[in-house]
């Protein structure tokens, strides 16, 4: 009985293990201790000679932190209600501007900021700074690039900013950025966590979804700005970015990531801005067209469905669907969740479907409803009204391989080989007396590749100009490349981006169609004709299971840990992720490096912008008038982004919508 006694909790020890696990979640629970808590002091600015006085204290202090009060779900429509600012991790001074867009206090602006409460209007009044004189005062030094900016995910406050007129230049350290590069396998976009893993505080912030506070989120009520929740959250996050920038920068250092934090992450920011600021028109006309269309089309596959099952039931149900074909139809195959259930995800359906027609159907079915619920019908409802356009967000800290991933809508999994996503890209058009330009890498990662295997066959295919499929395809099949196929380039071109990609014999003879032996023929016959490629790959498992991470070229770390996992499964994932890392990430820094040079180039091409980046290809807006010479410039421009062994190639194409263009 003694042995079974519970007793009390080593809250230091748990805590330290489950900071160590990044069990975040499981920290916050009050059993294991409160942790220390952030509460810096809130000063409200509410006249002019306190104006002077933030502003006298930012510029001699050189540098501010920064965060924004403003309600909205989509930054680029957000509006602003007031501006924290902190030049000490202690203290936050706040500055209410009122919500208006671009109007005095004295024009009598925007008297929804204070409900249907018209008693509290005129004492809600009196912390509202006069818009000129902030603009005269405190506006000149949020634009300086000489005073630097501290903030976590910069990228919102300046559109937060900019809707109400006021720029932001001059960002020194983002937390959000600067967490990412140390270790972009984690969440960042959550300064309370940052803030408990790095500092061991306990902060609440404001929730950036839109509302100041929950209670008066509809209305948009705002009366006492110090009472109110949001500005003393906002403070929180102004102040602890602060204390976040003296701790992550060593880190920083110490890691040689310095540069890939400044001139790329930190410089892309002010670039992605501006992208979602302008966004891209949508022809709304076609969408209704392919709305229409696609409905019948999944109508009629729909029906083709129930006519191979007899029976009607819920396409959209994974249930009714195992239902109908391994009960009903008794189908042979596929494998069962852990509920006992028959799973119906896209893997057991494909490979279902070499042997049954409806399942085909019933794949085709699912491509083409997504497509109409997440593009087609979509985009017309994420147009903003005040600008007609849509206006994407681009996430700089998701991704563990460095790219960038984009939100409402998503750009990045719209299909590009297929049909209907060259529909999906029609619908994104140049206004009028303007064309799309799209400027693509072409086997950026092939290129990369031959570069740091240094194989001799391939850094001279690509310095020869030659194509690295056809040629590939005469090496493993030992022909000549003038007698190389159609089908022997494709199967080239898996093996080349399969291998890459670290796979094995056994997913190469189900890509190819192949026999296992045939699959693992061609894998040696590849690395004979390859040999530096083999001691590449090699090579980069061994350099991470020392180190536990993996290394781009531009220094972007990823940590592989699981790299020496006992496990098998565990330990191979870690090592094709070792081999493809340097790759991808290094693609994905390249193109970065691009976008940074080509947008501070851009003034001299006059109403040109850059509206999109997906995967390896950057899309532009430009003059029709001057669309042939920007095409030729902006494919030697982003040429030059990084010199590597074998020569980067640009393709460029112009046309009046992307689907023309691309």
Known sequence: PEGLKRERIDATRALALLKELEFFSMMKNPIFGEGKRFEPTVRLVDSVGKLRELADAIGKKGEASIDVVAVGTHPRAARLLG?????????????????????????????????????????????????????????????????????????????????????????????????????????????????????????????????????????????DPLANEAPALTANSA???????????????????????????????????????????????????LSTEYAAEIGKVSQEVYDFAGEEFNLNSPKQLAEILFGKLGLKGGKKTKSGSHSTNVEVLEKLSEDYPIVKTILDYREKQKLLSTYIDSLPAQILPQTGRVHTSFNQAITATGRLSSTNPNLQNIPIRTESGRKIRNAFIAPEGSLIVSADYSQIELRILAHLSDDPALVQAFIDGLDIHTQTASAVYGVFPEMVTAEMRRAAKTINFGLMYGMGPMNLSKQLGVSFSDAKDFIESYFSQFPSIRSYMDAAIQNARDRSYSETLLGRRRYLPEINAANRIIRDGAERTAINTPVQGTAADIIKIAMVSVHSKLGTWPATKMLLQVHDELVFETPKESADDFAKWISEEMSVAHKLKVPLKVDAGIGKHWGEAH
Do not use: Q
């Not at 009044?125 to 903030?151: N, Q, Y």
């Not at 992450?265 to 801005?273: D, G, K």
């Open 239 to 289: 102040c602890a970015a602060l204390l976040l920038r003296d701790k992550l920068s060593p880190i920083i250092n110490e890691r040689n990531c310095a540069s890939l934090f400044s001139d790329i992450e930190i410089a892309l920011a002010p670039v992605l801005t501006e992208m979602e600021w302008h966004g891209v028109l949508i022809d709304t006309e076609l969408l209704s067209r």
């Open 83 to 223: 501006v924290m600012l902190a030049v000490d991790p202690s203290e936050a001074l706040y500055v209410c501007m009122g919500g208006g867009r671009g109007a005095s206090v004295k024009d009598g602006a925007d008297i929804d900021l204070f409900g249907d409460n018209a008693a509290t209007e005129a004492e809600g009044r009196r912390w509202v700074v006069d818009r000129r004189e902030f603009m005269k005062i405190l506006a000149p030094i949020l634009a300086s690039p000489k005073i630097g900016k501290v903030g976590h995910d910069l990228k919102y406050v300046a559109l937060a900013l900019r809707g109400d007129g006021i720029a932001l230049d001059g960002i020194a350290f983002d937390t959000m950025l600067a967490a990412y590069v140390i270790d972009p396998g984690k969440r960042h976009s959550d300064l309370s966590e940052l803030a408990r893993e790095y500092l061991g505080l306990e902060i609440k912030i404001c929730d950036r979804s839109g509302a100041p506070n929950k209670d008066t989120a509809k209305d948009g009520a705002f009366i």
